[in-house]
């Protein structure tokens, strides 16, 4: 079974259910250690974080300012990595024009 999910709680219990005309099963399985990276540059590429990121004013008013002016995406990303914000994707980006301009 491969899912991924990015979750911020490790700690995974799923059930299955399956049924026919003659009998019902029912499996239940946990995981309780991590079983992905759990590291800085993890954590800054989860969409919540970077979402989070484009919400403070600052950074805000500055993509629009950019955006507005007509700066393609790749220099917009490059403008805010030097600043330290952290890794916004394109599609980042994109919503936030879509959503706020």
Request: charged residues 25%; glycine residues 4%.
């Amino acid at each position: 079974m491969g899912c991924r999910t990015w979750k911020i709680f490790c700690p995974v219990t799923a059930q299955l259910i399956a049924k026919s005309k003659t009998a019902l099963t029912l499996t239940k399985w946990e995981v309780t250690k991590h079983n992905h990276v759990c590291d800085e540059q993890f954590y800054e590429s989860l969409p919540s974080t970077r979402h989070r990121l484009l919400k403070d004013p600052e950074v805000s008013k500055d993509v629009t300012l950019m955006i507005s002016a007509g700066a393609k995406p790749g220099k917009i990303r490059s403008i805010l990595r030097s600043k330290g914000v952290g890794r916004i994707s394109q599609r980042d980006l994109a919503n936030f024009r879509y959503v706020n301009l």
